[in-house]
């Protein structure tokens, strides 16, 4: 196939550096090499045995066909009380659209609410994806760096010096990936009084150490909140997710939902209604787990010299700065996983202000992140008597900010 065959808005996009990563990782594997992952964002906990068990019971039961394109009332009603319990905000089931997980549920907000050229305020960093859905919806990302001593939270003033009259909207991920921290109560009530709608990817919820997340439905009813199963629940693979839309947005999602995803899986809807209401121990138990998994992290990563001014507190992200050992990030992650068999994410996937720094995720059993450790402290005593040329598995993998995704 010709280059020229393959759409301009297609060719925009760059690689996924994490899962570039993780698919080097995998191919060692395979090849009988012992890899301890630290690079994806995947809880490694089973799908609870009551979730498991409400998806097996609705096949029995035979709901295996379409649902409502917004989904199962039971289920947009179990979400809504969930907001009402754990935030006290008032949602209607009316506003919900139940997606195939989070990643549908962005493209069609994307696609709702901009036209071409619009802009959308990211912060830099931010999950790598974020710029390639606005790129497809043909809208342009404006990035707002926010700095390691600020614990990566959005400062408001330099977010409202970036608005114009194309922002449509904002984005807010608290907890987030890649860092792991929360965008304070106080920040977050600001961003809502600048205009634009929020966008707020609240899908790390649940899942907070220290002090509390917050809804951006505390604060503004002009937003749209993206959350979903996979990172509280350990459903990544079951694909389940849910926008709570402004009441004027909804058939449009609507629409869109109908022509491009038609509904979520049935017995998965299902299966979601079941972890609502039934695996709380079990979220309990896996919350408790990664938070003794954060403070050994984050002790050994301060010990071999990476740097964490601000510690994170939710999701199971580290993302420390590794400055003193490489200015390149991607070439760091594939040595360390050629040379130490570990896999890690390498910064600049988050954006040119993620440069320097790796993300560690935490999603991994103790005795492994031990391992890890272990042979990181060893890959590092002998970097400097290396000379550490380039490996050539990353000759063909693009550095995504070695173009502008948003031209």
């Not at 510690?311 to 390149?328: D, H, K, L």
Request: with cysteine; glycine share 8%.
């Amino acid at each position: 196939m010709s280059e020229k065959s393959i759409s301009t808005r297609a060719s925009r996009i760059s690689p996924f550096l994490v899962m570039e990563v993780l698919e080097q990782a995998k191919e060692k594997e395979r090849r009988g090499e012992n890899i301890i992952h630290l690079e994806v964002g995947e809880p490694d906990f089973p799908t609870p045995e009551c979730i498991k068990e409400g998806a097996l019971r609705a096949i029995k039961e035979g709901k295996t066909h379409y649902t409502h394109s917004l989904g199962l009332p039971e289920l947009r009603e179990s979400i809504a009380a969930l907001y009402k319990r754990e935030y006290q905000v008032d949602v209607s089931p009316e506003q919900i659209i139940v997606t195939s997980g989070t990643s549908p549920a962005m493209l069609l907000i994307f696609l709702t609410i901009l036209n071409s050229g619009d802009e959308v305020i990211l912060s830099d960093p931010h999950y790598s994806c974020y710029p390639s859905f606005i790129t497809i919806a043909d809208g342009f990302a404006r990035y707002v760096k926010v700095e390691e001593k600020e614990g990566f939270q959005y400062v408001p003033e330099a977010v409202a010096s970036e608005v114009t009259g194309r922002t449509k909207a904002i984005i807010v991920n608290s907890p987030s990936n890649p860092t792991g921290n929360l965008l304070s109560r106080e920040r977050m009530k600001k961003l809502t009084g600048l205009g634009p709608y929020i966008i707020s990817d609240e899908i790390y919820h649940g899942l907070v150490y220290k002090g509390r997340e917050h809804t951006i439905l505390e604060f503004t009813d002009r937003a749209f909140v993206v959350n979903g199963f996979s990172k509280r629940y350990a459903m990544t693979g079951w694909r389940l997710g849910y926008i709570i839309a402004p009441r004027e947005f909804v058939r449009t999602i609507q629409n869109l939902q109908q022509n491009f995803f038609i509904s979520a899986n049935a017995f998965v809807q299902w299966a979601g209604i079941a972890a609502i209401h039934q695996a709380q121990d079990e979220v309990a138990l896996m919350k408790k787990t990664y938070d003794e998994r954060r403070v050994y992290i984050i002790r050994r990563l301060k010990e071999l010299g990476f740097g964490i001014a601000v510690e994170p507190t939710g999701a199971f992200y580290v993302f420390a700065n590794a400055q003193r050992f490489t200015s390149n990030s991607l070439e760091f992650a594939f040595d360390l996983l050629h040379r130490a068999g570990v896999g890690v994410c390498p910064g600049v996937d988050f954006g040119e202000n993620g440069e320097g720094y790796i993300r560690f995720s935490y999603a991994n059993s103790l005795e492994n992140i031990a391992e890890a450790m272990r042979r990181i402290e060893g890959y590092l005593k002998e970097k400097h008597e290396i000379r550490n040329p380039k490996s050539e598995t990353i000759a063909n993998v693009q550095n995504p900010n070695d173009q502008n995704k948003n031209v």
